[in-house]
């Protein structure tokens, strides 16, 4: 510990960012790289508490996860970076995290929810240090490519080249099988590059990555579907174990009045295509999903739908507005959302500050449900009908929606997005090889071992657990490297 009164000397600094406003006019990343000076100033406000339940990725029964589910040492490389030693907390972050340059820009650090510091004062900046951390060990040219001193000679393949994934390709590579990553977009990264609007994440960042990992002995294969472009069956016979990491896609629907009218998109094709166009093209090609010009409705309060808003905010629509079915959150926690648990409270993301700096107003209304759709006689949508509802769950924790009389609303729209979660993975791989599926259709495995009910098959991130966070799928991606290794070769070295 290296300031043991830190936390009481200093008040937290959040990073600085762009303005909200002028942002919009761009898609780069807004974050501003805090200066050494302030960082080690922040890591000193880590208490080394008897009990880091920041780094702690545990459960408690009916309450829910708490800390970092890769386990970070964070008390240990807050201290480092105290001190200054920043390739050795650089070395700590890795030996728990395989991508911190991923978790340090879009994770929504329940580390911090469970900082001791935050029980009576805003808790340490965990995030941004690590964030820090691995953007100076870039900068200082710390991460370099490691292959594996030697080969095991057993060929592993995995399926899909998200968190999940990548973080189980690494381990695996580590540990020296030769690994095969299959992708059937035209770009690595899974949700990382399509599904996450490059402000937030930049592709270069990813890219960055995974160019370490070609150099590391990583083959990656693009463009190839398994089960279309080459046949499970095939698959099985070129490999000696497979791992699963192909997410849980499936958008949800919405079945109203109107659903079949044109300008109704779900959100994840939303943020695909106009991702897609802007690595392409610039958007020049406009082979994506524009809201120039429209009034845009997002359907869900999460954040799917917030990074529906960042992206329509700079396409420049005519309004954005999100609809949230719940009711707003208070702005302290409750008495069944106490600490060490992940703060449920009213928060402003990013894509609601940009919002109201470019519309005047926070986008979100809350408590409405979408009752119908309505279009021109082009068949095109121009206005849905909303009621406003009060939720109610019972002893079971089952939800139910009241509709509250008089409620009844009509809003213009042109573009409605559907962010209202997914219902599960993709089928066709899991009926071609024949594997068990749970009753939320998600791929039957065990956690903590992965293995799936057909023997050398292993599954992790969101088709085993149901959609997630990132710093869950890269969890997820090793412990499933770890049992693939173990499979293969009778025990494994892996943490």
Known sequence: MGKPTG??????????????????????????ITPDPVLREQASRCMDCGVPFCQAGTSMVGSGEIGCPVYNLIPEWNDLVYRGKW?????????????????????????????????????????????????????????????PAKRTGKRVAVVGSGPAGLSAAAQLNKAGHLVTVFEREDRIGGLLTYGIPDVKLANHIVERRVDILKKEGIEFKTNIEIGKDLTTKEMEA??????????ATKPRNVELEGRNLSGIEFAMDFLTSNTKSLLDSNLEDGNYISAKDKHVIVIGGGDTGADCITTSVRHGAKSIT???????????????????????????????????????????????????????????VRKLHT???????????????????????????????????????????????KLKTTKR????????????????????????RGQSLVVWAIHEGREAARECDRYLMGASNLP
């Open 7 to 32: 936390f009481i000397e200093y008040k937290r600094e959040n990073p600085t960012k762009k303005d909200p406003f002028q942002r919009t006019k761009n898609w780069k990343e807004f974050s501003i």
């Open 87 to 147: 390739k050795e907390a650089l070395d700590r972050l890795h030996k728990t995290n395989n991508f911190p340059e991923f978790t340090g820009r879009v994770c929504p650090a329940p580390c911090e929810g469970s900082c001791t510091v935050a029980i009576s004062d805003d808790a340490v900046t965990i995030k941004n240090i690590e964030y820090s951390i691995v953007e100076k060990g870039f900068e200082e040219g710390w991460i370099i490519p490691e292959p």
């Open 238 to 247: 070129q490999f000696d174990a497979t791992i699963l990491c192909t997410g």
């Open 322 to 380: 999100q609809f949230d079915i719940n009711k707003i959150k208070s702005e302290v926690r409750s008495n069944d959302n106490q600490w060490p648990m992940f703060p449920v409270i009213h928060q402003s993301e990013d894509a609601h500050k940009e919002a109201k700096a470019v519309y005047g107003e926070d986008p979100r209304a809350y408590q409405v449900n979408t009752t119908k759709f309505e279009g021109d006689e082009q068949g095109h």
């Open 387 to 433: 009621i406003s509802v009060k939720t109610t769950i019972d002893e079971n924790g089952v939800k139910t929606r009241h509709p509250i009389d008089g409620t009844e609303q009509e809003w213009k729209a042109d573009l409605i997005l559907l962010a209202v979660g997914f219902t599960g993975p993709e089928e066709e791989i899991i009926k071609s090889m």
């Open 441 to 464: 259709s998600n791929i039957e495995a065990e956690y903590g071992r992965y293995e799936t009910s057909k023997k050398g098959v292993f599954a992790a991130g969101d088709n085993r």
